[in-house]
């Protein structure tokens, strides 16, 4: 733990030196904060570290982007009447459509592994918005499956682009 006798010196000689006044000043809020967020940044290390180990990449070749993703199903009316992906693959797994981010790449999500196999409409030209394929389950009707897929809506998820 670093010593708080000297952060405490430190911090009082440069507002007593500074030409601004503070009107109120809580050290203990103000070291409660930085410890909070030497631990984020400790944190979100441990969990770039975790990956780059996993995937055999340098931590510097991983993206973290906040992603809008939404949901669509292997239905062909909703795939122009194919059920295969823009690369002939059948529409099932983990695949996530994206039209900037190179086919085949790695993107953890909620730390679960997708892959980028499918292209979507131009509104995925952007990095950070991607379509997620919703597996159909054994058994479900049309409707079922159109209505859990449309049920997805919009979600923010915070996401990792491996970029080997």
């Not at 953890?108 to 997708?114: H, P």
């Not at 409707?143 to 682009?161: A, C, H, L, P, T």
């Amino acid at each position: 733990m670093l010593n708080k006798r000297i952060t405490t010196s430190v911090l009082v000689m440069i507002l007593m030196t500074s030409p601004i006044q503070a009107k109120s000043f809580d050290m203990n809020e103000w070291y409660s904060n930085y410890i909070n967020e030497e631990y984020t940044k400790l944190t979100k290390f441990n969990e770039l570290y975790t990956i780059a180990n996993k995937y055999n990449v340098d931590i510097n070749d991983i993206e973290e982007i906040e992603f809008k993703v939404t949901g669509y199903s292997s239905l062909p009316e909703e795939n122009g009447g194919y059920t295969v992906t823009c690369n002939g693959e059948p529409l099932k797994g983990n695949i996530l459509a994206n039209n900037t981010i190179p086919q085949g790449t790695k993107v953890i999500l909620d730390g679960v592994e997708y892959e980028i196999a499918d292209k979507g409409s131009s509104r995925f030209n952007k990095r950070n918005r991607i379509d997620m394929l919703i597996d159909r389950l054994p058994n479900e009707s049309d409707n079922e499956y159109r209505k859990r897929v449309s049920d997805f809506g919009v979600q923010y998820i915070k996401g990792y682009v491996i970029n080997k």
